[in-house]
């Protein structure tokens, strides 16, 4: 799995886990929002590694 398919999983994580914060009772609500910002830093940190993956300096 390269690392275009993994952000693609983790921003689809992180939408999925938003929508949960909205429909279910407010005692979990915390959690998924924290999930979900969670998921959203990871794929910030990914984006800027994979922009430095395999790239050859010419």
């Known amino acids: 799995m390269n690392l275009r398919e993994v952000i693609k999983i983790l921003r689809f994580e992180r939408r999925r886990v938003l929508a949960m914060s909205r429909v279910c009772e407010p005692e979990f609500a915390g959690?998924?929002?924290?999930?979900?910002r969670a998921l959203g830093i990871a794929v910030e940190v990914l984006e800027r590694v994979s922009g430095k993956h395999r790239r050859k300096d010419d």
């Open 31 to 36: 959690d998924y929002l924290r999930t979900a």
